[in-house]
């Protein structure tokens, strides 16, 4: 939900751990663009399907999925409006993730003018930071909204490492199917 803000688009990635391979799906891509919907005036809906499968034999590092939001500001320029992360879920079936989101801050109201009238708003190079600790400490960062997010978690051969995450499944894990909105979603997307 991003109440003062419309014609936005996420771009994703997943951060993971050393141990960790992607055997299929896209560890990174954008959504199309989105508006406000007639019925409800803060709800941008995406109900873009992501499918990535993962495997490790260690769950140190366990996979992340990192949010960045934009859109136009009012000169028309492409700038973010939030930064947000969450871990993918650990036990098989459906879950649902609230991810808050947030924008770096300038520290002095000068900068905070200068970036506004530029159009240069401050933001990551890279957005994976959002996934580490490290740096994020210094960062000065101001709220901004929420994105939903519908797992569906498949995994296999947990117990067969020691770890009990649940019932059974028999297929790949984790594989990480969901889809996205500042709404929650019905089970199907």
Same mark, same amino acid.
């Given at each position: 939900?991003?109440?003062?803000?419309?014609?936005?688009?996420?771009?994703?990635?997943?951060?993971?751990?050393?141990?960790?391979?992607?055997?299929?799906?896209?560890?990174?891509?954008?959504?199309?663009?989105?508006?406000?919907?007639?019925?409800?005036?803060?709800?941008?809906?995406?109900?873009?399907?992501?499918?990535?499968?993962?495997?490790?034999?260690?769950?140190?590092?366990?996979? =992340?999925?990192? %949010?960045? @939001?934009?859109?136009?500001?009012?000169?028309?320029?492409?700038?973010?409006? /939030? #930064?947000?992360?969450?871990?993918?879920?650990?036990?098989?079936?459906?879950?649902?993730?609230?991810?808050?989101?947030?924008?770096?801050?300038?520290?002095?109201?000068?900068?905070?003018?200068?970036?506004?009238?530029?159009?240069?708003?401050?933001?990551?190079?890279?957005?994976?930071?959002?996934?580490?600790?490290?740096?994020?400490?210094?960062?000065?960062?101001?709220? =901004?909204?929420? %994105?939903? @997010?519908?797992?569906?978690?498949?995994?296999?051969?947990?117990?067969?490492? /020691? #770890?009990?995450?649940?019932?059974?499944?028999?297929?790949?894990?984790?594989?990480?199917?969901?889809?996205?909105?500042?709404?929650?979603?019905?089970?199907?997307?």
């Amino acid at each position: 939900e991003f109440p003062e803000y419309d014609n936005l688009y996420c771009k994703y990635c997943f951060v993971y751990g050393h141990d960790w391979a992607p055997t299929s799906g896209l560890e990174e891509g954008i959504t199309q663009i989105t508006c406000k919907g007639r019925q409800s005036s803060h709800k941008l809906i995406w109900n873009f399907p992501l499918e990535t499968t993962f495997k490790s034999t260690n769950p140190s590092g366990w996979p =992340q999925l990192v %949010v960045s @939001v934009y859109g136009p500001d009012v000169f028309g320029n492409d700038v973010v409006r /939030g #930064y947000g992360a969450t871990h993918i879920p650990f036990t098989p079936g459906q879950h649902t993730r609230i991810i808050p989101m947030f924008v770096p801050e300038p520290t002095w109201r000068l900068q905070k003018f200068t970036s506004w009238l530029l159009g240069r708003r401050p933001e990551y190079t890279d957005p994976k930071v959002v996934a580490q600790g490290e740096g994020r400490e210094v960062t000065r960062v101001q709220s =901004q909204g929420f %994105v939903t @997010v519908s797992f569906h978690i498949i995994t296999k051969d947990m117990k067969k490492m /020691g #770890y009990d995450v649940g019932p059974p499944s028999s297929a790949i894990a984790p594989s990480a199917t969901s889809g996205w909105s500042t709404e929650e979603q019905p089970h199907g997307l």
